[in-house]
């Protein structure tokens, strides 16, 4: 056995992949050392990880770390596409699956458990778990609520008792009716 002699990861470490010396973002960004990107970057080829579409054929031209965040877990998934990445925000129910997205789905999947930081079969379970607690908000689902703003009944006690009555026949509801009677003639 060799003694782990490697130094701890830190902005000053972790710079092969940035210009001007900066810290790299997969660093800064996903806690990921500059060892593990390259072997990222050697996993995904020059392709998104999802599609399979050549890099400099994807609309940005550039791949972005995929990650899952959630119930506590953060790991690393992938290098993907733009286009992949919307895909896995429909996997993750942070959108809805829609037609574009839906064919994509059991491809989205296989992608995710061949996560490239591999967490635990209990950590997947609990990355589900979270998943399905989600609800995708689509604005273009959301039910018209008409909007009823609340009526406030006022009483005055101070005119006379048949005014008030008469009032309270009038605004309150069989059932709100006979629960306040309910209520006076409690004894004190
Ligand atoms: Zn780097
Ligand atoms: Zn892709």
Redesign the pocket.
């Known amino acids: 056995m060799t003694a782990d002699i490697s130094p701890v990861p830190n902005r000053r470490t972790?710079?092969?992949?940035?210009t001007s010396g900066n810290?790299?973002?997969?660093?800064l960004k996903y806690g990921?050392?500059?060892d593990n990107?390259?072997r990222l970057l050697a996993r995904a080829a020059g392709r998104c990880e999802l599609c399979k579409t050549p890099e400099e054929q994807t609309q940005r031209g550039a791949l972005v770390i995929d990650h899952f965040q959630g119930e506590g877990l953060f790991f690393v998934r992938g290098l993907i596409c733009d286009r992949c990445n919307s895909v896995m925000a429909r996997h993750d129910r942070s959108a809805e699956w829609g037609p574009a997205s839906l064919p994509w789905a059991d491809k989205a999947r296989a992608y995710h458990l061949a996560a490239f930081e591999q967490p635990t079969p209990l950590d997947f379970a609990q990355a589900d778990q979270y998943i399905a607690s989600r609800r995708p908000y689509n604005v273009k689902d959301r039910p018209h609520i008409p909007i009823t703003p609340r009526k406030t009944l006022v009483v005055r006690l101070d005119r006379s008792m048949t005014e008030a009555a008469d009032k309270l026949r009038r605004h309150l509801t069989d059932r709100q009716r006979e629960r306040l009677i309910e209520l006076l003639s409690k004894p004190m």
Do not use: I, S
Not at 14 to 18: D, K, S, V
Not at 23 to 27: E, M, R, Y
């Open positions: 972790e710079t092969r992949h940035a810290a790299c973002n997969h660093f990921m050392t500059c990107f390259d």
